[in-house]
C-alpha cells in the first residue's frame, strides 16, 4: 500500500474488474486506422520499384527541376528524378530497419540474458559477464555516428555491412534493458516457486525468465526501429551509406542540400517527410498493437 | 521438547551470514531447531529476526554458511545435489510464502502454476495433474474458474490460497509457511487458517509457521518458538508459553499484542537496545582521512580501472582492423603497387610482422599517445586531431548545454501545467526521442532561415569570409575569439553558431526531455513530495527536492546524449562548413584510411568514457546514496 | 435518523444503520456531507468513497476503519485535499475545513496544501525525502510554520527531536533518513509532522509496515503529541482492535460507504451492522488460540 496516486491507478483497474466488467476482445481494441500509414508503407516498399516513373538511377531530366507535371516531385541538382528514387528507396529504408530492429532485439535479448543470470556469479564466468555488461554500458556512450564511419570504412559500404553495423550500435540499448529486467526478475518470488516445484535453473531461464525479460525491449522496438532509419538515412547523408547512386533518402538529402541554401527546397524536403512519415508510421502502428494488447 | 532422532528436519547450529567483511549481517545464528513429522511449529518474531531465513534454510533454497540441516538423517546438501533426491525432497518439504504481485508468472495462468508441481515431483501427466489441482482448489475452497485466470486477475486472499495449493498439490509432509495471511484482510485472514490448520492435522502434515502475528501463530500451532536477531529463545507448547514465559522479550512482545481496549495501553517496558545509533564518525584527522579515502576509494578505484578499458577499446579497434576480409593493403594501392610501395603501406598501417609484433608495436605507440599517421595526409593522426578535435568538442558541447537549458525550462511547463497547449507539445515533441533527422532539420533550416528568411548567414564557416580568425589559444574556435576580445569575431561567429545549435537542439533535446518528464511525473506523485507539501514546505523547497530526486536518471542520459551530439557535430560540421573532425572523417572513410578510423575510435573512446566518470560522480554528488560504502538502514 | 446538536447548531446526518453517536462536544473543524470520490469516465465511472458524511471536532481522535478496497486510503486523500487537480471527481454537498472549501478545484499539478492539515503516511522510509538531511526538512517545516530568526531554527529542531525521545541530536541532524534505523525514522516523521503545527493530522496507515511493539510506541506517541498540540487526529487502519485502543469514536468503511459510525468504547455493544461485529469477532487474538475454528466474516454487501 503506498500513498501514491499512481499507485490507485492500478487498484481501480482491479476494481473494475473484479466488479465483472468485461473488457472487448483483442481485436476489437485494435484500432484498425492506426495501420493505415505503415500498410501504405508497406505497400510502396512492396511495390515500390514498379511504380517508379523514371529510372531512379540515371539521370532524368536538367538539374533542379521545380515539382510539376513533368516531375512530379522534381529534379535532384544532379538530374535525378526526386519521386522516382523516394519510391524505390522505400523498400531498401524499409529492410535494412526492419533487419537491424529484429537483429539488434534477438542479440539483445540473448545477450542480456546471459549477462543477467551470471552477473552475480563468483568465478570467471561472473567476471566475464560483469565485463560485458561493464562494456556495453560504455559502448552506448561511444557516438552511433562514429561506429557507423569506422566499420563502413572498414568493410565496405553495402546493405549488409550497414544493417551488422547499425544493429551493433543499437544491440546494446536492447542488452541493456534486458539485462536490468533479468535482474528485477531474478528476484520475483515465482522463480523461487518455480524451484520448489522442481523446475531446473537452465529451465527456469528459459520459460520464466525469458518471457518476462523480453517483453521491455519487444516493446521497445518500434524505437529501434525508428533509431535505425534515421541512422541509415544519417550514414547515407556523410557518403558512408549504400554505394550511390543506390536510391536512399539520407544521401538524397545530402545532394538536397547545396540546392536547399539557395531556396530550392524539394529535393531535400520529400526524402525528409518520407522519413518522418516512416518513423511515424511504424510508431502508431506499434502502439496501436500495445494498447489492444494490454 | 521430544527429539526424534533421525525422523523430520533437523538444524544443527546452523548460522546464516550475507554480505562479507566489514558488512556482513548474521541473519541466523548458532539455530537448532527440529520439526519432526506431525508437529505444528509456530516461528515468532519481530522484523530482522531472520525467521524467514531459517524457513528458507529450511527447504534448500539458501545455502548455510556454516552448520548443517538433516531430513531423515540425511544432509541436505547431499540431497540437493543430486537431481533425483532433490526432486524427492521438493515433494516431501514445501514453502509457502507471503503473497504479493511476484508470487505468479504474470505469463501464466493460475491453473500452470498450481499443476506444474505435480507434474514435476509427483510424475502426473497433464490429465491426472490438473485432475489433482482440481482436488486441491476444492478442498481450499477456491472456485474453480479462478484457476483459468491470470495472477493479477484475483485478489490477494484468493492469490494466497493459489499459493497454498501450489504447495499442497503434491502432499508434502512438511510444510514451512512464510507470512501467509500478514498481507490479507481480516475478513480473509480467518478462512485461510483454519484451511491451513486443518489441512495439516487432516493429512499429519507437520507446520512451520513463520510470522510476526502472535495471535494468528498461537491459533494454527501447537507449539511456538521465538526468534529474536537470528537466534531462538524460547520453545515451547503454545499454551506454556502464552502464560508462563519466563522471557522478558517474549513477555514484551505478548504484551504488545494485548490490548486494552478504551484508552492507553500501560506503559510497557521497551526491550533492550531498541534504538540503533548511526554510524560513529570518526575522529582525529588522521583517522578522518583515512575513513574518507576508504569512502572515496571506490571512485578512486574506478579512475583506476579506466587504463582498462582503453585497453579493451584499443584491442577492440586492433582485431576489427584484422577483421577485414581481404588484403586492405591491396585495395588501398590498387594492386598495381611496387613492392616497395605495398611495405611502405603495409608498415604504415601496422600490419607487417607476426600479430604478437603488431599488437605490441600497436600498444607500444599508444602508451606513447601514438596513434599513427595518417594515409591521407601524412600527418600524424595524433597531431591531426589535437588540430581538429577540440573544435568539434566545442560544439557538441554547446549542443548540448543549450539542450539542457531548454529541456529544464521545457519540462518545468510540461510537468506542471499538464493540461495546457504547451504541455501537449512538448511531450508529442519527446515522445520522438531518437528519432529525429538531425541532418534532414539542418538542410531545411538552411533552406528555411538563411535561404528565405536571411535571418542567419550563410553555411560557409565559421567566420564571415571578410573576417579574421583569432588566434589559436586553446584550440576550441568559440574561445580563443573571446579570448582574443576580437568583437567583430566574436559577433559573427555567434551568428553563425545560432542556427548549427538550433538544429542541435531540436534534434537532440527530446531524448534528455523525454526521460526528465517520465522522471519530474514518477516523483511528483510520491509519497516523499506529499508529505513534503502537507508539512507546509514552501514550493519553491517542494520543486527543489522534485527535481533533485529525478535528476540522476536524467543526468545519465545527458552523457549518453553527449555521444549523440559529437556525432551530430560531425554532421553539422559537414553542412556547414565548419572546421573540425566531419570533414577529415568522411574523407578518411571515402579514401579507406585504415589508421585514422583506428585512432579515432580511440580517441573518441577515451572521450567517451571520461564522460561518463564525470556523470558517476555528478550522480553521487546529487544523490548521496550512490555513493559507495554508503550504510543504509542503521538498524 | 438521529440528530446531533453541537452548540446551538444542527447538524443532520444521513440514516445509516447502527449510527451511534456521542454528541460532539468540541467546535467542529471538518464537516463532510454526501462526499463522493470517483474514478473513469461519467458513463463508467468506478466509485471508491460513496455519500460519506461525517464530522471532526477540534481535538477529536476518530479512526477509520476498513479493508483493502473499502476506500478508506482515498477518503484520507480526499480530507486532506490532495485529489483535487488529479483525475479524481470529487463531489459533496459540503466538504471544508476551517471554512474553506475543499472542494475549489486547484490548477496545479503540484497538490496544494490544506492550511492546518498535515498527512503522514504508511512508511517514513517513502515519506521522508531521501537526498536531504533530517535537520534540513525539520528545519524547512520549522521555519515555514513559526516565526523564527535563522539563528533560533537550531535549537527548534532540537526541541522537536527530543520531543519524541531523538536525543542523539549531532548525529541525526545531520543523518539521511535510510542512515537511520526505521523506529527513528518514524519518530523523525512524527516529529516534522507536529512540527508543521496541525490542527488535524491525518495517518494513513500508521502501523501497519511496523512491528506490534513499535506500533505501540508510535501510536503512544503520536496520541500524546496531538494532545499536547490540541490537534485532531484522523488515522486510517485496517486493525480494528488498535483503533479501539486510541481512537474516540470509530468510522467502519465497506465498498467505499460508511456502514458504522460508533464510539469506540461502546463497539462492542453498541455496533449495529453485521459487517462491524463480524470484524470484531474474526480478528484473531491472543485470548482464541486453542479454538478449533476460528469465526469468519462472508463477504457482506453495504446497503443500497
Not at chain 1, 540515371?58 to 523516394?86: H, K, N
Request: with cysteine.
Amino acid at each position: 500500500m503506498t500513498g501514491s496516486v499512481g499507485a490507485r491507478a492500478d487498484k481501480i483497474a482491479w476494481v473494475a474488474r473484479a466488479s465483472g466488467r468485461s473488457t472487448p476482445g483483442f481485436w476489437r481494441r485494435f484500432r484498425w486506422p492506426r495501420l493505415a500509414p505503415a500498410a501504405l508503407l508497406l505497400v510502396m516498399g512492396a511495390i515500390g520499384p514498379s511504380i517508379v516513373r523514371y529510372n531512379p538511377v540515371r539521370i532524368a531530366g536538367p538539374g533542379s527541376i521545380a515539382p510539376g507535371a513533368e516531375f512530379w516531385m522534381g529534379t535532384d541538382p544532379t538530374g535525378l528524378d526526386v519521386y522516382s528514387q523516394l519510391v524505390a528507396a522505400t523498400r531498401l529504408n524499409l529492410a535494412i530497419a526492419t533487419l537491424v530492429a529484429l537483429l539488434s532485439t534477438a542479440s539483445g535479448i540473448v545477450l542480456g540474458l546471459l549477462i543477467g543470470m551470471n552477473e552475480s556469479r563468483t568465478g570467471p564466468i561472473g567476471l566475464a559477464a560483469r565485463g560485458i555488461a561493464r562494456f556495453v554500458d560504455f559502448a552506448q556512450a561511444v557516438p552511433a555516428i562514429v561506429v557507423g564511419l569506422v566499420l563502413v570504412s572498414f568493410f565496405g559500404a553495402s546493405a549488409t555491412t550497414l544493417v551488422v553495423a547499425i544493429a551493433a550500435i543499437l544491440a546494446p540499448i536492447q542488452t541493456r534493458i534486458v539485462r536490468v529486467e533479468v535482474l528485477r526478475v531474478r528476484s520475483e518470488a515465482f522463480l523461487d516457486a518455480a524451484r520448489m516445484a522442481g523446475t531446473g535453473e537452465f529451465a527456469l531461464a528459459l520459460q520464466h525468465v525469458l518471457p518476462n525479460a523480453a517483453r521491455p525491449a519487444v516493446a521497445n522496438i518500434a524505437f529501434i526501429f525508428g533509431v535505425s532509419i534515421i541512422l541509415t538515412a544519417a550514414l547515407g547523408f556523410l557518403g558512408a551509406g549504400l554505394p550511390p547512386p543506390t536510391p536512399e533518402w539520407g544521401s538524397m538529402i545530402a545532394r538536397g542540400a547545396t540546392d536547399a541554401a539557395v531556396g530550392r527546397w524539394w529535393s531535400a524536403s520529400f526524402p525528409f517527410l518520407a522519413l518522418i512519415f516512416s518513423v511515424v508510421a511504424m510508431s502508431l502502428a506499434f502502439t496501436a498493437w500495445r494498447r489492444a494488447a494490454r | 521438547m521430544v527429539e526424534s532422532a533421525l525422523q523430520g528436519l533437523q538444524t544443527h547450529s546452523i548460522v546464516k551470514r550475507f554480505g562479507h567483511g566489514r558488512h556482513s549481517h548474521v541473519a541466523v545464528r548458532n539455530v537448532t531447531f527440529c520439526l519432526v513429522p506431525g508437529a505444528r511449529v509456530g516461528i515468532v518474531g519481530e522484523s530482522g529476526s531472520g525467521k524467514s531465513t531459517l524457513g528458507r534454510l529450511l527447504v534448500g533454497l539458501d545455502t548455510l554458511s556454516e552448520g548443517r540441516i538433516t531430513f531423515d538423517g540425511q544432509d541436505l546438501g547431499d540431497i540437493l545435489r543430486s537431481r533425483a533426491r532433490r526432486l524427492d525432497y521438493r515433494r516431501a518439504v514445501q514453502l509457502v510464502a507471503q503473497d504479493t504481485s511476484s508470487s505468479f508468472d504474470p505469463l501464466r495462468r493460475l491453473r500452470h502454476a498450481v499443476r506444474v508441481p505435480a507434474q514435476q515431483l509427483a510424475g502426473l501427466d497433464q490429465a491426472a495433474a490438473d485432475a489433482r489441482v482440481d482436488e486441491v482448489l476444492a478442498a481450499l475452497g477456491v472456485p474453480e474458474h479462478l484457476a483459468d485466470r491470470y495472477p493479477y486477475e484475483v485478489s490477494g486472499g484468493q492469490r494466497q490460497r493459489f499459493a497454498l495449493a501450489r504447495a499442497l498439490v503434491v502432499r508434502p509432509r512438511f510444510l514451512v509457511c512464510d507470512e501467509v495471511v500478514s498481507a490479507l484482510d481480516v475478513s480473509v485472514q480467518g478462512q485461510v487458517l483454519n484451511l491451513l490448520k486443518h489441512s495439516c492435522i487432516d493429512t499429519g502434515a507437520a507446520l512451520a509457521f513463520i510470522s510476526h502475528g502472535l495471535p494468528a501463530t498461537a491459533f494454527v500451532a501447537s507449539e511456538l518458538a521465538v526468534m529474536v536477531r537470528g537466534e531462538i529463545i524460547e520453545r515451547g507448547s503454545t499454551a506454556d508459553i502464552l502464560a508462563r514465559s519466563t522471557q522478558a522479550y517474549t513477555r514484551h512482545l505478548l504484551d504488545a499484542h494485548r490490548v486494552s481496549r478504551h484508552g492507553r495501553t500501560h506503559a510497557m517496558q521497551p526491550p533492550a537496545a531498541a534504538l540503533v545509533q548511526p554510524v560513529l564518525a570518526p575522529q582525529g584527522f588522521g583517522a578522518r582521512a583515512a575513513h574518507l579515502l576508504r569512502r572515496q576509494r571506490w571512485w578512486l578505484a574506478r579512475l583506476a580501472a579506466l587504463p582498462g578499458q582503453l585497453l579493451v577499446f584499443a584491442l577492440l579497434a586492433f582485431a576489427l582492423v584484422r577483421m577485414i576480409p581481404g588484403d586492405p593493403v591491396r585495395t588501398i594501392t590498387g594492386g598495381q603497387a611496387t613492392p616497395d610501395k605495398y611495405a611502405a603501406v603495409q608498415h604504415s598501417l601496422g600490419l607487417d610482422g607476426t600479430l604478437p609484433e603488431q599488437l605490441g608495436r600497436y600498444l607500444g605507440r599508444l602508451v606513447h599517445l601514438d596513434l599513427g599517421t595518417s594515409l591521407l595526409t601524412g600527418r600524424t593522426l595524433t597531431s591531426e586531431f589535437a588540430q581538429r578535435l577540440p573544435a568539434t568538442l566545442e560544439l557538441a558541447t554547446m549542443g548540448l548545454a543549450a539542450s539542457l537549458l531548454v529541456t529544464f525550462i521545457a519540462s518545468a511547463i510540461a510537468v506542471m501545467r499538464p493540461r495546457s497547449l504547451a504541455s501537449v507539445a512538448i511531450r508529442s515533441y519527446a515522445g520522438a526521442a531518437g528519432a529525429i533527422p538531425d541532418f534532414a532539420i539542418g538542410v531545411l533550416g538552411i533552406f528555411l532561415f538563411y535561404a528565405t528568411l536571411h535571418w542567419v548567414p550563410a553555411p560557409l564557416g565559421r567566420l564571415a569570409l571578410s573576417i579574421q580568425a583569432p588566434p589559436r589559444v586553446t584550440g576550441l574556435p568559440f574561445v580563443d575569439a573571446l579570448l582574443s576580445g576580437d568583437q567583430a569575431a566574436i559577433v559573427s561567429m555567434a551568428q553563425h553558431l545560432v542556427l548549427p545549435v538550433l538544429v542541435m537542439i531540436v534534434a537532440h533535446s527530446a531524448v534528455v526531455l523525454q526521460q526528465l518528464i517520465a522522471g519530474l511525473d514518477e516523483e511528483l506523485d510520491k509519497p516523499a513530495t506529499l508529505f513534503r507539501i502537507s508539512t507546509g514546505a514552501p514550493v519553491s523547497t517542494v520543486l527543489l527536492s522534485v527535481y533533485r530526486r529525478a535528476l540522476p536518471a536524467t543526468v545519465t542520459m545527458a552523457g549518453t546524449v553527449f555521444g549523440y551530439l559529437v556525432g551530430g557535430a560531425i554532421i553539422i560540421e559537414s553542412l556547414f562548413g565548419f572546421e573540425g573532425m566531419g570533414q577529415y572523417l568522411t574523407d578518411a572513410v571515402a579514401g579507406a584510411d585504415l589508421t585514422a578510423m583506428q585512432g579515432f575510435l580511440v580517441t573518441i573512446a577515451t572521450v567517451s568514457l571520461l564522460i561518463f566518470l564525470l556523470v558517476d560522480l555528478c550522480n553521487m554528488l546529487i544523490d548521496p546514496r550512490r555513493r559507495p560504502g554508503v550504510a543504509k538502514d542503521g538498524a | 435518523m438521529s440528530d446531533v446538536i453541537s452548540r446551538g447548531q444542527i447538524q443532520p446526518i444521513p440514516a445509516i444503520q447502527g449510527l451511534l453517536l456521542q454528541p460532539a462536544q468540541t467546535t467542529p473543524i471538518l464537516l463532510a456531507d454526501g462526499l463522493t470520490v470517483s474514478y473513469g469516465p461519467p458513463e463508467n465511472s468506478v466509485a471508491a468513497v460513496r455519500d460519506v458524511s461525517f464530522t471532526i471536532g477540534a481535538g477529536d481522535r476518530v479512526a477509520i476503519v476498513g479493508e483493502s478496497g473499502s476506500g478508506k486510503t482515498t477518503l484520507a486523500l480526499a480530507l486532506a485535499g490532495f485529489l483535487r487537480g488529479t483525475s479524481a471527481h470529487v463531489t459533496a454537498r459540503t466538504l471544508s475545513f476551517d471554512g474553506i472549501d475543499l472542494r475549489a478545484a486547484v490548477g496545479s499539478r503540484l497538490p496544494r496544501k490544506i492550511p492546518g492539515v498535515t498527512m503522514v503516511f504508511q512508511d517514513a522510509m517513502t515519506s521522508l525525502d531521501p537526498l536531504w538531511t533530517v535537520g534540513s526538512q525539520l528545519g524547512v517545516v520549522v521555519r515555514k510554520n513559526e516565526t523564527l530568526r535563522r539563528r533560533d531554527v537550531p535549537l527548534r529542531v532540537r526541541h522537536w527531536l527530543g520531543r519524541v525521545g531523538l536525543m542523539d541530536f549531532d548525529r541525526i541532524v545531520r543523518a539521511r533518513p535510510y542512515e537511520l534505523s526505521g523506529g527513528m525514522r518514524q519518530r523523525v516523521m512524527l516529529a516534522i509532522a507536529i512540527a508543521s503545527r496541525p490542527r488535524l493530522l491525518i495517518a494513513d496507515e500508521p502501523t501497519s509496515a511496523l512491528d506490534a511493539s513499535v506500533a505501540r510506541e508510535v501510536m503512544d506517541l503520536m496520541t500524546e503529541l496531538t494532545e499536547e498540540a490540541q490537534a485532531a487526529l484522523l488515522m486510517v487502519s485496517h486493525d480494528l482492535h488498535m483503533c479501539q485502543g486510541y481512537a474516540d469514536r470509530i468510522l467502519v468503511m465497506l465498498q467505499g460507504r460508511v456502514v458504522e459510525q460508533v464510539a469506540a468504547a461502546q463497539i462492542e455493544t453498541a455496533a449495529r451492522h453485521d459487517y462491524t461485529r463480524g470484524l470484531l469477532r474474526c480478528v484473531p487474538t491472543l485470548d482464541c488460540f486453542d479454538v478449533p475454528l476460528l469465526p469468519t466474516l462472508c463477504s457482506v454487501a453495504a446497503p443500497g
